[in-house]
T-cell receptor, first 112, second 114 residues
Framework: QKEVEQDPGPLSVPEGAIVSLNCTYS??????FMWYRQYSRKGPELLMY????GNKEDGRFTAQVDKSSKYISLFIRDSQPSDSATYLC????????????FGKGITLSVRP | DAEITQSPRHKITETGRQVTLACHQT?????MFWYRQDLGHGLRLIHY???????NKGEVSDGYSVSRSNTEDLPLTLESAASSQTSVYFC?????????????FGPGTRLTVL
């Protein structure tokens, strides 16, 4: 079993839909959880990060961590065509000197 | 503006040749990383460095090497290119040693080994 599992997708939704992207993990030592967004033929860029369990909101994006279930989610409200990209979850052990373990990524397409 | 660049952006080579991919960052970051990205595998860590003269193996380091002689550059060398090393390669850097420090990624190098 890989340390981080991510729904493979792809995912296609109409504009304005609420999108839920999810990752599960097996390493209970993970403390830092991140979501990266990667546009086609570009490098990934950090979208959001959270520490331990709880929710974090940034505009239309909400990151949620449930450590008891080893499950993280990214919610996108009022999705826009500009949100069309690949989304990768990433995790790190506390004190790991920023070495990240990534999920495989899911490609989201938002239809106008 | 500070940035991270990779060269070349595209490279086609033959099996058995030595290939070096360049990564240069002007953030003055101590930490630098090389990943490869393949369909079905996501981003996998090849090598990383926490400072000058420091290098460490990642999860898929076989057939690759790096050296860090200054803060700005971390070249990745494929000693004898194999078709299995056809991939998109990303370099990244981050400022310091805590996990929440953002890793800034370069634009990637698309390598094809024939």
């Amino acid at each position: 079993q890989k340390e981080v599992e991510q729904d493979p997708g792809p995912l296609s939704v109409p504009e304005g839909a609420i999108v839920s992207l999810n990752c599960t993990y097996s390493n209970s030592a993970f403390q830092y959880f991140m979501w990266y967004r990667q546009y086609s033929r570009k490098g990934p860029e950090l979208l959001m990060y959270t520490y331990s369990s709880g929710n974090k909101e940034d505009g239309r994006f909400t990151a949620q961590v449930d450590k008891s279930s080893k499950y993280i989610s990214l919610f996108i409200r009022d999705s826009q065509p500009s949100d069309s990209a690949t989304y990768l979850c990433a995790m790190s052990v506390r004190g790991a000197n920023s070495k990240l373990t990534f999920g495989k990524g899911i490609t989201l397409s938002v239809r106008p | 503006d500070a940035e991270i660049t990779q060269s070349p952006r595209h490279k086609i080579t033959e099996t058995g040749r030595q290939v070096t991919l360049a990564c240069h960052q002007t953030w003055n970051h101590n930490n630098m990383f090389w990943y490869r990205q393949d369909l079905g595998h996501g981003l996998r860590l090849i090598h990383y460095s926490y400072g000058v003269q420091d290098t460490n193996k990642g999860e898929v380091s076989d057939g690759y090497s790096v050296s860090r002689s200054n803060t700005e550059d971390l070249p990745l060398t494929l000693e004898s290119a194999a078709s299995s090393q056809t991939s998109v390669y990303f370099c990244a850097s981050s400022e310091s040693g805590i996990p929440t420090d953002t890793q800034y990624f370069g634009p990637g190098t698309r390598l094809t080994v024939l």
